[in-house]
C-alpha cells in the first residue's frame, strides 16, 4: 500500500481527528484551571555536634571527631522527620485538633531527604502556604526536642539548627499549557487509531 493510500482515510476525516485534538487540550486546559494552588514551603536542616573547645586538640581530633559525628548523626536526623510519631507531634504543634484522616493526608505531604553529609532537606506541600511554613518549623522543634531527649544519656553536644530563620515558600501552579498540549497529542492519536480501526478493520 502506498503512502498516499494511506494517508487518505485520515485526510478524509481531517475535522474529526482535529476536533478530538482539540476537545482534549480544551478539557485538559479547563480541568488544570480549576485545580487548586499548592504551596510548597522547605528548609535546610544543619546537624553539627560542638566540639570541645577547652581540649587543646579542639582544631586536630576533637573538631574532626565532632563533624564525623555530624556526619553520621544527620542519618538519625532524617530517621526523625520521616517517622510517624516525631510528625504526628509536630501536626499537633500546628494542629491542635485533627482527625486521622486529615492527619495522613497531611503526613504524604511531607518529604526529607539527605542533601549533603550534615544537611537534611524538608519540604511540606499543602493548600496553605502560611499552614506549610508552621508545620515546617513544628518539624524542626518536634526532631530538636526528640534529639534534647535522646542526648541526656549521650552526646548533649549534638545540635539541631535550620540553616535560615525562615523557611522557603513557593507558589505551585498546574501547567496548563503543558498539560493542554500533552492532552491535544493524547486526542490526535486517539483520533487516529479510531480511524484507522473504522477503516481498515
Same mark, same amino acid.
Given at each position: 500500500?502506498?503512502?498516499?493510500?494511506?494517508? &487518505?482515510?485520515?485526510? &478524509?476525516?481531517?475535522?474529526?481527528?482535529?476536533?478530538?485534538?482539540?476537545?482534549? +487540550?480544551?478539557?485538559? =486546559?479547563? #480541568?488544570?484551571?480549576?485545580?487548586?494552588?499548592?504551596?510548597? !514551603? @522547605?528548609?535546610? #536542616?544543619? *546537624?553539627?555536634? *560542638?566540639?570541645?573547645? @577547652?581540649?587543646?586538640? =579542639?582544631?586536630?581530633?576533637?573538631? =574532626?571527631?565532632?563533624? &564525623?559525628?555530624?556526619?553520621?548523626?544527620?542519618?538519625? %536526623?532524617?530517621?526523625? /522527620?520521616?517517622?510517624?510519631?516525631?510528625?504526628?507531634?509536630?501536626?499537633?504543634? *500546628? =494542629?491542635?485538633?485533627?482527625?486521622?484522616?486529615?492527619?495522613?493526608?497531611?503526613?504524604?505531604?511531607?518529604?526529607?531527604?539527605?542533601?549533603?553529609?550534615?544537611? %537534611?532537606?524538608?519540604?511540606?506541600?499543602?493548600?496553605?502556604?502560611?499552614?506549610?511554613?508552621?508545620?515546617?518549623?513544628?518539624?524542626?522543634?518536634?526532631?530538636?526536642?526528640?534529639?534534647?531527649?535522646?542526648?541526656?544519656?549521650?552526646?548533649? !553536644?549534638?545540635?539541631?539548627?535550620? /540553616?535560615? @530563620?525562615?523557611?522557603?515558600?513557593?507558589?505551585?501552579?498546574?501547567?496548563? +499549557?503543558?498539560?493542554?498540549?500533552? !492532552?491535544?497529542?493524547?486526542?490526535?492519536?486517539?483520533?487516529?487509531?479510531?480511524?484507522?480501526?473504522?477503516?481498515?478493520?
Amino acid at each position: 500500500m502506498e503512502l498516499r493510500e494511506f494517508l &487518505k482515510p485520515f485526510q &478524509k476525516n481531517i475535522g474529526l481527528i482535529l476536533g478530538v485534538s482539540l476537545f482534549f +487540550g480544551a478539557a485538559a =486546559y479547563l #480541568v488544570s484551571a480549576s485545580l487548586p494552588l499548592k504551596y510548597r !514551603a @522547605s528548609a535546610t #536542616v544543619y *546537624v553539627q555536634r *560542638v566540639a570541645d573547645e @577547652s581540649k587543646g586538640n =579542639y582544631f586536630t581530633y576533637e573538631g =574532626y571527631y565532632a563533624q &564525623k559525628a555530624a556526619q553520621e548523626y544527620a542519618d538519625t %536526623v532524617l530517621g526523625f /522527620l520521616q517517622s510517624p510519631d516525631i510528625i504526628h507531634r509536630a501536626v499537633q504543634i *500546628v =494542629y491542635p485538633k485533627l482527625d486521622e484522616a486529615r492527619f495522613k493526608k497531611i503526613q504524604k505531604s511531607i518529604r526529607a531527604e539527605k542533601r549533603a553529609p550534615q544537611l %537534611v532537606l524538608v519540604t511540606v506541600t499543602l493548600p496553605n502556604g502560611s499552614e506549610a511554613k508552621q508545620l515546617i518549623s513544628a518539624l524542626a522543634q518536634a526532631a530538636q526536642e526528640r534529639a534534647k531527649l535522646l542526648n541526656q544519656s549521650g552526646n548533649e !553536644a549534638m545540635q539541631i539548627d535550620l /540553616l535560615a @530563620s525562615e523557611p522557603l515558600l513557593e507558589e505551585i501552579r498546574p501547567h496548563k +499549557g503543558l498539560n493542554s498540549v500533552v !492532552a491535544s497529542g493524547v486526542g490526535f492519536v486517539l483520533a487516529c487509531i479510531i480511524v484507522w480501526l473504522k477503516e481498515y478493520l
